[in-house]
């Protein structure tokens, strides 16, 4: 899991934060609860079913930080090296404490006997 701040385009801020063209088709209630910054959040799922999630924070002078919650160890990295690419120039990147912890993977085997009797077991 990291922390990653990047600069981007001013065409990808424009498309982000920029306010709209008109007015048309924004409610009042978001016409007067305008944010500083814009958070998207994508959530995911890892091959054992815990949920990850990378949220996105845009901010007016065109920065972009991203999190990533739910990735144990240096998958992190793997996982967010395309995003990273394209949004462009990584300033800097420093771990969280799920960096440091090492996913648990159980593995149970059951066995299923023919016979299905009672043979063998203790009564009290």
Known sequence: MFRITASIMLAAYAAFVAPPATNAFVTPN?????????????????????????????????????????VKGENCEKITEAINNQLGNVVASQPT????????????????????????????
């Open 30 to 70: 978001l016409q007067s609860s305008r944010c500083s910054s814009n958070t998207n959040k994508s959530q995911l799922y890892s091959d054992s079913g815990s949920m990850e999630e990378i949220e996105f924070r845009i901010y007016p002078d065109g920065r972009v930080t991203e999190v990533v919650r739910g």
């Open 97 to 124: 404490e799920e960096m440091y912890e090492q996913e648990v993977v159980i593995e149970s085997t059951i066995q299923e006997k023919a016979d299905g009797g009672w043979d063998g077991a203790s009564s009290w």
